[in-house]
């Protein structure tokens, strides 16, 4: 198990990693996924219950700190939580091929796909927001057990 951080607030959370199995393309430009990180954090809506926060990755990473995130040159990742009930909250996208350098929040038509052996996240089509155009359709093993 690998120590990473969460958020600047947030104290030290062990995450899980795995390989990934997929692509982001953003902007015309591929690059492969190859790295998955999860880890459980509280649901910022309802403190009783706990999301999972999934982070796929062109590289290994130190760190799960969004801000961190942000300033890693050349990273290309997606970084997801997903409620208890399997609801997509919140996704980042990190790519130097983004217009104007900066992640773009919120890339909605997201679905999470779970199965027995493994689980899927995909766009379906190329989508345009704030002027860029992008897709990605990554798998992965699960890393962490089911909500209870």
Not at 4 to 20: C, V
Not at 48 to 60: G, I, N, P, Q
Not at 88 to 94: K, W, Y
Request: proline residues 6%; aromatic residues 8%.
């Amino acid at each position: 198990m690998l120590l990473l951080t969460l958020g600047g607030s947030l104290a030290a959370q062990p995450a899980e990693h795995g390989p990934a199995r997929g692509t982001v393309t953003v902007n015309g430009q591929t690059v492969a996924l190859r790295y998955v990180y999860s880890m459980r954090a509280p649901n910022p809506f309802d403190r009783t219950k706990s999301d999972m926060r999934l982070v796929f990755a062109d590289r290994e990473l130190a760190t799960l700190d969004e801000i961190e995130l942000g300033r890693m040159a050349g990273l290309n990742a997606i970084d997801v939580r997903i409620t208890h009930d399997s609801r997509i909250i919140g996704c980042t996208l990190f790519s130097p091929h983004l217009r104007g350098g900066r992640p773009v929040a919120g890339i909605g038509m997201q679905r999470l796909d779970q199965r027995r052996l493994g689980a899927r996240l995909w766009t379906g089509q190329p989508h345009t927001y704030a002027g860029n155009v992008y897709a990605y359709d990554v798998g992965f093993d699960p890393l962490l057990k089911p909500f209870s």
